[in-house]
T-cell receptor, first 114, second 113 residues
Framework: AAGVIQSPRHLIKEKRETATLKCYPI?????VYWYQQGPGQDPQFLIS???????DKGSIPDRFSAQQFSDYHSELNMSSLELGDSALYFC?????????????FGPGTRLTVT | AQSVTQLGSHVSVSEGALVLLRCNYS??????LFWYVQYPNQGLQLLLK??????LVKGINGFEAEFKKSETSFHLTKPSAHMSDAAEYFC???????????FGTGTSLTVIP
């Protein structure tokens, strides 16, 4: 079965640079979520989109922005990177209009800021 | 406030022993509860979920969990630990479809040969 695809899987950037993470949800999933997992921490919700509109917002820094495109893939744009942004970034997707409440997680993008 | 608490950040069990990982939630509305497992440098894999059907939920790899509303708990158990169960386990709660997940702080399970 198709899973959530995230690219790149690993990314190394320097401080003050920008990064773009991409997420391709499972086909026919119209909701996308972004989570950040710092070293030794639990995943923290950043932002979500439903039908290309922002549906919920968590602890996402103002330096970050995200969007969902017409093909439902999503991109997380991160600017003025800081050392503290080093983390594993998960994307998850879910279908709506069903009773399935599960979120399907991708393998994550490991971002290292040096 | 809605949240989930995992008691015990580190749990060690002997191979073949019972695994019990604790999860309690606080919520003013009916929750949907999940357990995920994370192996080193990997993503989150769903073990099982409770979405208001049967209170005893069976998942993959021999794990199961029981939703107890009176105790606001959703503890994860496995009768006999295997070496391959060593991983980080996260309890998560959601409150409706399309809403964010709130994760617990995780429990690292070590299995001793």
């Amino acid at each position: 079965a198709a899973g959530v695809i995230q690219s790149p899987r690993h990314l190394i950037k320097e401080k003050r640079e920008t990064a773009t993470l991409k997420c391709y949800p499972i086909p026919r999933h119209d909701t996308v979520y972004w989570y950040q997992q710092g070293p030794g921490q639990d995943p923290q919700f950043l932002i979500s989109f439903y039908e290309k509109m922002q549906s919920d917002k968590g602890s996402i820094p103002d330096r970050f922005s995200a969007q969902q495109f017409s093909d439902y893939h999503s991109e997380l744009n991160m600017s003025s990177l800081e050392l503290g942004d080093s983390a594993l970034y998960f994307c998850a997707s879910s279908p709506t209009g069903t009773t399935n409440y599960e979120q399907y997680f991708g393998p994550g993008t490991r971002l290292t800021v040096t | 406030a809605q949240s989930v608490t995992q008691l015990g950040s580190h749990v060690s069990v002997s191979e073949g022993a019972l695994v019990l990982l604790r999860c309690n939630y606080s919520s003013s509305v009916p929750p949907y509860l999940f357990w995920y497992v994370q192996y080193p440098n990997q993503g989150l894999q769903l073990l099982l979920k409770y979405t208001s059907a049967a209170t005893l939920v069976k998942g993959i790899n021999g794990f199961e969990a029981e939703f107890k509303k009176s105790e606001t708990s959703f503890h994860l158990t496995k009768p006999s630990a295997h070496m391959s169960d060593a991983a980080e386990y996260f309890c998560a709660v959601s409150f409706s479809t399309g809403n964010q997940f709130y994760f617990g702080t995780g429990t690292s399970l070590t299995v001793i040969p």
